[in-house]
Structures are given as C-alpha cells and as structure tokens.
C-alpha cells in the first residue's frame, strides 16, 4: 500500500480522510466566535460556533442621560443628567437641562419695575405696561384734584362751602 501522508486524526481541523500515515500536522479544533469583529471574537479559535455577539454602539454608563441599555460597546457619546426646568414655555427654562425637576415656574406676565405705578410683585415676565408715578392730589373731590396723578400725595385740599372773603360778615 502506498504511504499517503496527512492528518489522520478525524477529530482535527485538517483531518485528511486519504492519508494512511500522520505526518505530524493535526490541528486541534477550538471552537469560539471566528468573526472578527464581533465584541467575542476569538482570534485562537479554528471553528465557529456560532456563538459570535454583535457589536452594539452607543452610551454603556447606566447613570447617563442618555443610556443605552442594547449597547455592548462604549461610543463614547454618554451626556451627564442635567437637572432644570425643560418645559420651553415656562420663566426658568434652562435650555442646557436634561431631565426635568419638578422645579418650572409659570410665567407671569405684569410691570416688573418696583419704581413703577403698576408694579406688580406676582409678575416675573415684563410686560412694557410700566407706568411711572405722578404724584398729586387723586381726590376727586378735593379743590386741587390732579387728573393725571395716579400715586397721592398727600396734598389734597378739602373744598369748604360758605364765603371765602374774610373781612365779610
């Protein structure tokens, strides 16, 4: 019989079913992920087992804003939470905000200035409706009544009826 030199061993990765003789170049199957990228690649395994993960990118850090809980691979886009007011309608808005915090104020239109007539201590938005203090008499019925005063001045005088001339009877 003619000597055929191979890998006679049928378990081996380079089993050669015509070989009669070893040669001494069996190679041991190892069985593991052979895709290279895959997140469990083997680079020593011979034989895939189809055990190969797939990578998923994204944000790996549980404590992140915008973590994601299908990524087996750090992108290295994970944000830090950030706490404020995100409703955009809303006076303390915080445009770099994340997550809300309950903490939202209303806005509250009025005449915000404290120097004004109709300043309204509620309002936290301006509203150009400011009226500046005029100072006067703002009873009516008093003899030196101002008309255009909104804010008194303590100065009104009362009308008395009767004759004003003093040297009359």
Known sequence: QN???GCIDSSALNYNFLANTDDSTCIAIEEGCTVS???NYSPSANKDDGSCISKVYGCTDSTAYNYNSLANTSDNSCQQIILGCTDINSFNYSIVANEDDGSCI???YGCTNPLSFNFDLQANTDDYSCQNMIYGCIDSSALNYNFLANTDDSTCIAI????????SL
Do not use: P
Request: hydrophobic share 40%; aromatic share 6%; glycine share 6%.
């Open 160 to 167: 008395e009826e009767g004759c004003t001339v003093s040297n």
């Open 37 to 39: 990228n895959s997140l």
């Open 106 to 108: 209303a806005i509250v």
């Open 3 to 5: 000597m055929i030199y």
